[in-house]
């Protein structure tokens, strides 16, 4: 797309489906205007993946000032409020903010309720009932409000949301009511949202994985293998658990790429039905 009519002044910010072309997008702005390139997507802020989720490359962050990638540890529990917090310093500067994370733009964008932490045995209930009973017997405990506003198809939203209950006995929807003022208004921001055409997406998806495993996907999965964990956030990078279990010998590198390209074609589905529900009032840039 032209960025001639994109704000020079105003943070800009760039959500869109995996593989549409938000970070070259970003960097185009960045360029031009001496913006910060700040990461909004949920798993390119893991060490243990650069690859896999399309992180900028080395060349990328060294030409120009990136911000929360990579930054975090695989086995760490990094939340929507974590990233928020560590933002907030940055809209000091003239950013471009981008990512395919909604849930990031939107308590950016209309505040993040204030949710107490979960004691870690509580997760650790959350997660057994999840591995024994699965998504849906969570769902059934929840409050009708909250079961009404996630998305019941999600099994980490449903699993927060049973476990804010369960920590302090009100339900998310409620601690949502109680969010306080967003740290920008979209209306002080240009937001744009990429609404790429279908097959020309999934294309692209496809191409994409091929050179990921080109720049070296496999022996990036390889060495996650030691201490994997399916259960943690940083483990839902797609191509991550299908590359593993080829290296486990479960699969053949074929069946692997297939249900990586599959998973990130149905990754992107969801992003698309998400950004037309929840992003009404960004800019929508029609792609290619």
């Known amino acids: 797309m032209r960025i001639d009519g994109i704000s020079r002044e105003a943070p800009v910010l760039i959500a869109g489906p995996t593989a549409s072309g938000k970070s070259a997008l970003a960097l185009e702005l960045a360029a031009r205007d001496g913006r910060l390139i700040v990461n909004a997507d949920a798993l390119q802020v893991y060490a243990n993946w650069r690859i896999l989720t399309a992180r900028p490359s080395v060349a990328d962050e060294a030409a120009l000032p990136h911000a929360l990638y990579g930054h975090v540890p695989r086995d760490a529990a990094y939340s929507v409020g974590h990233w928020l917090r560590e933002v907030a310093p940055l809209l000091a500067h003239p950013v471009v903010i981008v990512g395919g994370t909604g849930l990031n733009f939107n308590a950016l964008t209309r505040g993040l309720a204030e949710v107490p932490d979960v004691p870690p045995e509580i997760r650790a209930e959350a997660d057994a009932r999840m591995e024994a009973e699965g998504r849906e017997a969570l769902l059934a405990d929840l409050d009708p409000a909250t079961a009404a506003r996630i998305d019941r198809l999600n099994p980490v939203r449903v699993q927060r949301a049973w476990e804010v209950l369960r920590a302090t006995g009100r339900g998310l ?33 496809g191409r994409r994985f091929q050179q990921m495993l080109t720049d070296g996907a496999l022996e990036e999965a390889r060495s996650n293998l030691p201490g994997w964990d399916p259960r943690r956030p940083s483990s839902k990078a797609i191509g991550g658990p299908e590359l593993i279990a080829h290296l486990r010998g479960e699969m053949s590198l074929d069946q692997a790429v297939d249900a990586a390209t599959l998973a990130s074609r149905q990754y992107a589905k969801r992003q698309r039905t998400w950004f037309r529900s929840n992003m009404k009032a960004w800019q929508q840039v029609s792609l290619p």
């Open 173 to 205: 929807a409620s601690w949502q009511d109680a969010t306080p003022a967003p740290l920008l208004p979209l209306a002080e921001a240009e937001p744009l949202v990429l609404v790429p055409e279908v097959d020309w997406l999934n294309d692209r998806i």
